[in-house]
């Protein structure tokens, strides 16, 4: 355990920082919730045009329930009993790390609750929209989201690999349960269509949501940018 352990810092310290203010900006900024406002709207614009209301709200309340859930075994639960300094907080790293913004997160950082929220959201669209492109879009940003607590040195890798399970792990049982509750109510779709995903969502909706992850992306890199020149 404790070779284990030893690889860990020592894989987390060669991914965190970099000698960029632009990266830094970058890194920084997607970490932030609140960056991908423009995202979170989009998405539940699409899950309402293409459900009845009762399947939009059955939809909106296990997505809620699945990240307050997810929230409470990482930070309610598993962070204050398995007591896991960060990088950022551990005595034996923490002059080591590149800081940026002078930001170094709580005291504990197992397991990651970016990796495990980010996940459960991109395996439970996954299987809410089963569009093979979106799926490629939601774990891309599910992982450049994640890689930012590991470059910002708030996290080690395995505190990352173990969210990552979690929210994997929660995001197709919440679904599973989700799919098994509104079969009685509402009734499940099985589209066969050009125009259609396989569970009924229009396929010009999943580019529309794709456009506005990577145009998310392309603001985030020009206010880094802005940023740089201050």
Known sequence: MHELNELDHQLTLAINGSDSLFWDNVMYTVTDTFSWTAVIVALLVIIFKNNTWKEALMVYITIGLLIFVADRICSGLVKPMVERWRPTQDPQLMYLV?????????????????????????????????????????????????????????????????????????????????????????????????????????????????????????????????????
Request: charged share 15%.
């Open 98 to 230: 590149d800081v940026v913004r002078n930001y170094r997160g709580g005291r504990f950082g197992f397991f990651s609750g970016h990796a495990c929220n980010t996940m459960c959201m991109a395996m439970f669209l996954s299987w809410l929209f089963r569009s093979w492109k979106v799926t490629l879009t939601l774990f891309f940003w599910s992982f450049t989201t994640t890689f930012t607590r590991l470059y910002l040195g708030v996290h080690y890798l395995g505190d990352v690999c173990v969210g990552f399970l979690v929210g994997a792990i929660l995001g197709g049982l919440f679904y599973w349960v989700m799919e098994r509750f509104i079969h009685p109510c509402v009734g499940l779709k099985h589209y066969i269509s050009e125009q259609f995903t396989a569970t009924g969502y229009m396929k010009d909706d999943m580019d529309t949501f794709m456009t506005v992850i990577f145009f998310n992306y392309i603001c985030v890199i020009i206010f880094a940018m802005t940023l740089g020149m201050e």
